[in-house]
């Protein structure tokens, strides 16, 4: 397979064909989560998808270095001691609110929910507030460079200067600057302080109540939230990097404002190539708790929501959303996923009967051994088309019923070669737990000790013996306790096999 | 009960009764890993027992904020591009070794790791590298306190000059000052920097090919390794605060140098009780990789060591670690494991036997009422005596001879109230899940869905009907494939019960 790699650069808009900067090695970086509460739905589909993606290119034979953020600069309040000489507040530090325990327990719990998902931890993983001297070095940088003004005590990017200096602001998002300057806002205080509504604040200067705070040249206070990526990104990949990736939704104005970071502190651009992740709806319409149409990872898992019928695996909702486009929206719905498991369930058997297969012809390749070869073929071009998760998969579906008809006998081993079985099996198992990143969750609940299949296969040896025998009793009680444990049976010619909800 | 917890300060070197600054609040930081390789047994025998520690103390009622730090501060070296002009060395910086990486990849082991022996992650888990403003601006108090100097760039804490004004110093780590003198050495390259041996580091310009570095107002360079700990005990927990804890080999020179570095810096000391956890060894001796005398927790978990006869589960494990004293040193050898392997399945056996007693008496309360009782009061009175998990898993033992009477029917449930069996059994919970932090294994291999259970109680039905039917083919199978998965049945008068090696 001579196939190339394209990607969809968002900075293009067009697919272009990936070339890394340094031959065999991609760097990539990746807008991590907010730690300040519990990591939502949408956010795991992109990590989902940056996870699948690093996956595939690692198995393309490419080294990556993965650097995926934690945001971790806050904007809680609560009574700071401003002069270190306040006793009392001094004694009573362990009563007041510390940002950065509310920051480990959210933290903690997006790791947790990642491990959950199956996703491969990144390379590194840096945090906002542990790069505070790179993000003043680079604050400076941009002043250093006529691109950044100080007023009482914060810093803002002067926008309108770097666009009429560099042909860049805009280019990522598709904004025009004149639209910019007339649309933008600013969620911080201190908006009056900005020479231009397009402006944006790199440090801002802390007000007394504000708990998170740092030294700096210009004032005590934090930086401001688009140019943790810039300092960390420039740190850990370089000046200018391969891939950089993170949710459509941080297009504008976040990543337009990192190139502009970058561009006024370097001189240059940070990634090559843009990739964007589209959102995740339920119900047809954005996910929205005030409007009452929203679902978390738990309530997926334990079913309890009002808009789904029962609980669903986590594999199976990472199944799911591999069944949509990374840069497609990807609709939630109790429907959808009530097929989308039954595809899984599917996907899985039938790696399950390919496993199992014994190549038993006579080595001779006919069309089947074509067709079966081209099959594979698509897969890979699926992948390297931008990451086609969705038809890659309706590729291996494909070869499913040709995995079932070898096993029952209405296709013939004689039609293919015993490395095509061989390639047809390494596909389905590369793919779906190396690529795809989906385990078996039957094994998994064994503990990975295979027990629950050897006890499994006992008691369906005990079922088998006890109805050739009529032992109804006993048969019984099999089918009972079974049903009882969610443990479904499944009698085929090969034997029976079992499944668990 | 009214006893009150004693802890033994390494400070005073007596127990005292322990007293928190705040009331019902406590302020703990606890020396965590080097993340630079993988986390050595020693290593998790201290963390596992400032686990127990943080449980107890919340079950005791305090509001625990529980600080336990990385230290990711390495010293690895490599090329550096110095200028940032050096395009190629831009270029390749892929190319080049990451410390980050190495680190995130060790810490990611050290919390999987922390997570098999179950210890509850920290309130926060502060990192050195994330912490260089507050070490830098510690440095500059230190400085300003007139108890540092600079040299070509690197600054030393005055030892001598501190020792002089402070009845502080040596006081930890029961150092006389001027054998200090005699004896300190450094590891670091500039000792011949320093006005005296005893003076140490603080922070340390990086040669060129250092690869962790950072601006400060000395220099391009890093800090001290005793610094990270005063700066971030203080930023979390403020300048004095209640425990301190770490292993043995810590107290000096690290301890006594915080100590130091926090009189220096804030005219206080850093905490009030200081807990130091004593050292693991291996028959007899000082674990050593290169006397052959060292074993890793996965060649624990999965028995590849000579100096074991099988494998150890990490539960076991974290038993066998409890029941030893955490000031006493631990001996590890293959007869202490396969008596504390016995000791742990007699303890869950108990327990499980005891849970499952109904209570069929009259409610009065007789001698064996007492002597329940006492033996409950006795196992917080252990615990409230400096920890002594030994000595409280022996009050529990001693119960459970009454348990397994009260089932046999040895012991009579007239002479004990139905408060009595009450308070056994949530003792017994409270102890051995809540406190010692131990968790079922057989039930964790089920996914923790019961499943096995589930399974286990049909197999054994099965079995039982088989012989009593003399229907031996089914009864030697059952047999055959238990035995193959390492599950054996115990026949008791109560039933069947089974466990899994």
């Given at each position: 397979m001579d196939q190339k790699l394209q990607v969809y650069n968002s900075l293009s808009r067009k697919k272009e064909v990936f070339k890394p900067i340094n031959e065999g090695q991609i760097g990539m970086y990746v807008c991590g989560p907010t730690v300040y509460s519990d990591v939502h739905l949408g956010n795991c589909r992109t990590f989902v998808s940056f996870d699948v993606i690093y996956r595939y290119l690692m198995y393309l034979g490419y080294r990556v270095r993965y650097v995926r953020n934690i945001t971790d600069v806050?904007?809680?309040?609560?009574?700071?001691?401003?002069?270190?000489?306040?006793?009392?507040?001094e004694k009573a530090r362990l009563e007041r609110l510390e940002p950065m325990e509310v920051v480990q327990k959210y933290m903690n719990g997006?790791?947790?929910?990642?491990?959950?998902?199956?996703?491969?931890?990144?390379?590194?993983?840096?945090?906002?507030?542990?790069?505070?001297?790179?993000?003043?070095?680079?604050?400076?940088?941009?002043?250093?460079?006529g691109y950044a003004y100080v007023k009482n005590g914060s810093v803002y990017f002067d926008t309108i200067k770097f666009a009429k200096n560099n042909d860049v602001y805009g280019k990522l998002s598709g904004r025009v600057i004149d639209e910019l300057i007339a649309e933008s806002r600013d969620d911080l205080k201190n908006q009056d302080e900005k020479n231009h509504p397009a402006d944006f604040a790199i440090w801002i200067k802390a007000a007394p109540s504000h708990l998170m705070r740092w030294n700096s040249p210009w004032s005590v206070g934090f930086p401001g939230w688009h140019l943790e990526c810039s300092a960390m990104s420039t740190k850990y990949l370089g000046k200018t990097f391969d891939i950089?990736?993170?949710?459509?939704?941080?297009?504008?104005?976040?990543?337009?404002?990192?190139?502009?970071?970058?561009?006024?502190?370097?001189?240059?651009?940070?990634a090559n190539y843009w990739l964007h992740t589209n959102m995740l709806l339920m119900n047809g319409k954005k996910m929205s708790k005030s409007e009452d149409n929203s679902i978390t990872p738990p309530q997926l898992f334990n079913g309890e929501s009002k808009h789904i019928s029962k609980s669903y695996s986590p594999m199976m909702i990472r199944f799911f959303m591999l069944q949509s486009h990374y840069r497609s929206t990807l609709d939630l719905t109790d429907e959808a996923l009530l097929a989308a498991e039954k595809g899984y369930k599917?996907?899985?058997?039938?790696?399950?009967?390919?496993?199992?297969?014994?190549?038993?012809?006579?080595?001779?390749?006919?069309?089947?051994?074509?067709?079966?070869?081209?099959?594979?073929?698509?897969?890979?071009?699926?992948?390297?088309?931008?990451?086609?998760?969705?038809?890659?998969?309706?590729?291996?579906?494909?070869?499913?019923?040709?995995?079932?008809?070898?096993k029952a006998g209405h296709l013939s081993f004689d039609d293919i070669t015993a490395y095509t079985l061989d390639r047809m099996k390494s596909t389905f198992q590369v793919f779906i737990f190396d690529i795809f990143g989906l385990k078996n969750e039957e094994l998994a609940t064994g503990?990975?000790?295979?027990?629950?299949?050897?006890?499994?296969?006992?008691?369906?040896?005990?079922?088998?013996?006890?109805?050739?025998n009529k032992d109804w009793d006993t048969s019984d009680k099999i089918r009972d306790t079974l049903g009882a444990l969610k443990i479904q049976l499944k009698d085929g010619k090969e034997g029976t096999t079992w499944t668990k909800d």
């Amino acid at each position: 397979m001579d196939q190339k790699l394209q990607v969809y650069n968002s900075l293009s808009r067009k697919k272009e064909v990936f070339k890394p900067i340094n031959e065999g090695q991609i760097g990539m970086y990746v807008c991590g989560p907010t730690v300040y509460s519990d990591v939502h739905l949408g956010n795991c589909r992109t990590f989902v998808s940056f996870d699948v993606i690093y996956r595939y290119l690692m198995y393309l034979g490419y080294r990556v270095r993965y650097v995926r953020n934690i945001t971790d600069v806050g904007h809680l309040v609560g009574d700071v001691d401003t002069g270190g000489e306040d006793k009392i507040a001094e004694k009573a530090r362990l009563e007041r609110l510390e940002p950065m325990e509310v920051v480990q327990k959210y933290m903690n719990g997006f790791h947790e929910m990642m491990k959950i998902f199956n996703t491969l931890p990144p390379s590194i993983e840096p945090r906002a507030t542990g790069h505070i001297i790179e993000q003043i070095e680079m604050v400076q940088a941009i002043i250093d460079n006529g691109y950044a003004y100080v007023k009482n005590g914060s810093v803002y990017f002067d926008t309108i200067k770097f666009a009429k200096n560099n042909d860049v602001y805009g280019k990522l998002s598709g904004r025009v600057i004149d639209e910019l300057i007339a649309e933008s806002r600013d969620d911080l205080k201190n908006q009056d302080e900005k020479n231009h509504p397009a402006d944006f604040a790199i440090w801002i200067k802390a007000a007394p109540s504000h708990l998170m705070r740092w030294n700096s040249p210009w004032s005590v206070g934090f930086p401001g939230w688009h140019l943790e990526c810039s300092a960390m990104s420039t740190k850990y990949l370089g000046k200018t990097f391969d891939i950089h990736g993170g949710g459509n939704d941080l297009k504008f104005p976040h990543h337009e404002n990192e190139v502009a970071q970058n561009h006024g502190a370097c001189g240059c651009a940070p990634a090559n190539y843009w990739l964007h992740t589209n959102m995740l709806l339920m119900n047809g319409k954005k996910m929205s708790k005030s409007e009452d149409n929203s679902i978390t990872p738990p309530q997926l898992f334990n079913g309890e929501s009002k808009h789904i019928s029962k609980s669903y695996s986590p594999m199976m909702i990472r199944f799911f959303m591999l069944q949509s486009h990374y840069r497609s929206t990807l609709d939630l719905t109790d429907e959808a996923l009530l097929a989308a498991e039954k595809g899984y369930k599917r996907l899985m058997e039938g790696n399950k009967t390919l496993q199992a297969l014994n190549y038993a012809g006579k080595n001779a390749a006919g069309n089947l051994d074509k067709e079966i070869n081209d099959l594979i073929d698509h897969i890979f071009e699926e992948m390297n088309d931008d990451f086609n998760t969705p038809k890659a998969l309706a590729r291996l579906f494909e070869l499913v019923p040709k995995v079932n008809g070898l096993k029952a006998g209405h296709l013939s081993f004689d039609d293919i070669t015993a490395y095509t079985l061989d390639r047809m099996k390494s596909t389905f198992q590369v793919f779906i737990f190396d690529i795809f990143g989906l385990k078996n969750e039957e094994l998994a609940t064994g503990g990975g000790n295979g027990a629950m299949d050897g006890l499994m296969q006992l008691i369906i040896d005990i079922r088998q013996n006890a109805r050739a025998n009529k032992d109804w009793d006993t048969s019984d009680k099999i089918r009972d306790t079974l049903g009882a444990l969610k443990i479904q049976l499944k009698d085929g010619k090969e034997g029976t096999t079992w499944t668990k909800d």
